[in-house]
C-alpha cells in the first residue's frame, strides 16, 4: 500500500503562484509514476500532469502546459506541481496519485483510470 498526502493549495488572485507537494509512504518502491489531476464543481476530473519516476519524463494537459511543472524527488518519494499564471479556471481540489505499471500511454493520455493509489487532495482557489 502506498498513502500519499498533498500540501500546499490555498487562495491567491489571478496571476499568482502555487506550489504543491505530494509525499508517498508506504510501499514507495512501488512508486513509478505519479500524477496531478483536478476538479472543480461541476466538472469531471482533469488530469493535469504526469511523471514517471524513474527518468521524470513528464507530459501536461494543454490547458496548463507552459504554466505548470511537475517535477520528482525520487530520494524523498516526492512530486511537486509549480503552478504559475493562476487563474480563476485553475480552481479546483486538486489530488496526486501514484501507480505501479506505468504504461507510457497511459501517462500521456493524462488517465486517472491508471493509478491506483490516491491522497485525499488540497483545494486550490484563484479569485479574479
Known amino acids: 500500500q502506498i498513502q500519499l498526502v498533498e500540501s500546499g493549495g490555498g487562495s491567491v488572485q489571478a496571476g499568482g503562484s502555487l506550489r504543491l507537494s505530494c509525499v508517498g509512504s508506504g510501499d514507495t518502491y512501488a512508486m513509478n509514476c505519479m500524477g496531478w489531476f483536478r476538479q472543480a464543481p461541476g466538472k469531471e476530473r482533469e488530469g493535469i500532469a504526469t511523471?514517471?519516476?524513474?527518468?521524470?519524463?513528464?507530459y501536461y494537459a494543454d490547458s496548463v502546459k507552459g504554466r505548470f511543472t511537475i517535477s520528482r524527488d525520487k530520494s524523498k518519494n516526492t512530486v511537486t506541481l509549480q503552478m504559475n499564471s493562476l487563474g480563476p479556471e485553475d480552481t479546483a481540489v486538486y489530488r496526486c496519485?501514484?501507480?505501479?505499471?506505468?504504461?507510457?500511454?497511459?501517462?500521456?493520455?493524462?488517465?486517472?483510470?491508471?493509478?491506483?493509489?490516491w491522497g485525499r487532495g488540497t483545494q486550490v482557489t484563484v479569485s479574479s
Open positions: 496519485a501514484a501507480a505501479s505499471f506505468c504504461p507510457s500511454y497511459e501517462l500521456a493520455g493524462l488517465r486517472a483510470r491508471g493509478f491506483d493509489y
Open positions: 511523471i514517471f519516476m524513474p527518468d521524470g519524463m513528464s
